[in-house]
T-cell receptor, first 113, second 113 residues
Framework: NAGVTQTPKFRILKIGQSMTLQCTQD?????MYWYRQDPGMGLKLIYY???????DKGEVPNGYNVSRSTTEDFPLRLELAAPSQTSVYFC????????????FGPGTRLTVT | GESVGLHLPTLSVQEGDNSIINCAYSNSASDYFIWYKQESGKGPQFIIDIRSNMDKRQGQRVTVLLNKTVKHLSLQIAATQPGDSAVYFCAEREGTGRRALTFGSGTRLQVQP
């Protein structure tokens, strides 16, 4: 998964706590995405960004916020963690700005109890 | 909304046999399709993709077939190996201005030695 790094790898939160999931890419690509994957399910798009300063909602944005102040970083913020946000979170970029193929980071496993 | 789905949640095959994983999509405006492999604890890895102006594409030991008439996508893996055991996802780009992908729920491939 060289090119897209995510931190932390694992995290346990208590209900109501907040945290930021970090995603950094070193490929200088414009398009970045956040997905969540619930157990035994496919990936659902939370937010995406088409470049620095531009973000938009995906399929399941409620309870999350994002920012994109630089090309490299696309952090995902959980303000008031809920058990329903227990999931694995993947950050992705397009393989190239003229490609639809997405390249995924290693994921962050989040548990909210 | 329209979404990508899969026919079989689990597929068990013998080592050396060919595997076929199926996927139905419902959005006729989708113009790009992609297959990912996901091993336990890892992010999805690209296998092969196909654009809607094609009906077949081959890679190393893998072939993707697209039937737009019945909105069906399949992934064929030749001479399946134990290392092919994983969850396989199809995804589509729904032909809008976004590059975001819509994922199916996945099929688990189990290769029996």
């Amino acid at each position: 998964n060289a090119g897209v790094t995510q931190t932390p790898k694992f995290r346990i939160l208590k209900i109501g706590q907040s945290m930021t999931l970090q995603c950094t890419q070193d490929m200088n690509h414009n398009y970045m995405y956040w997905y969540r994957q619930d157990p035994g399910m496919g990936l659902k798009l939370i937010y995406y960004s088409v470049g620095a300063g531009i973000t938009d909602k995906g399929e399941v944005p409620n309870g999350y916020n994002v920012s994109r102040s630089t090309t490299e970083d696309f952090p995902l913020r959980l303000e008031l963690a809920a058990p329903s946000q227990t999931s694995v979170y993947f950050c992705a970029i397009n393989r190239a700005d003229n490609s639809y193929e997405q390249y995924f980071g290693p994921g962050t496993r989040l548990t909210v109890t | 909304g329209e979404s990508v789905g899969l026919h079989l949640p689990t597929l068990s095959v013998q080592e050396g046999d060919n595997s076929i994983i199926n996927c139905a999509y419902s959005n006729s405006a989708s113009d790009y399709f992609i297959w990912y492999k996901q091993e336990s604890g890892k992010g999805p890895q690209f296998i092969i993709d196909i654009r809607s102006n094609m009906d077949k594409r081959q890679g190393q030991r893998v072939t993707v077939l697209l039937n737009k008439t019945v909105k069906h996508l399949s992934l064929q893996i030749a001479a399946t190996q134990p290392g092919d055991s994983a969850v396989y996802f199809c995804a589509e780009r729904e032909g809008t201005g976004r590059r975001a992908l819509t994922f199916g729920s996945g099929t688990r491939l189990q290769v029996q030695p």
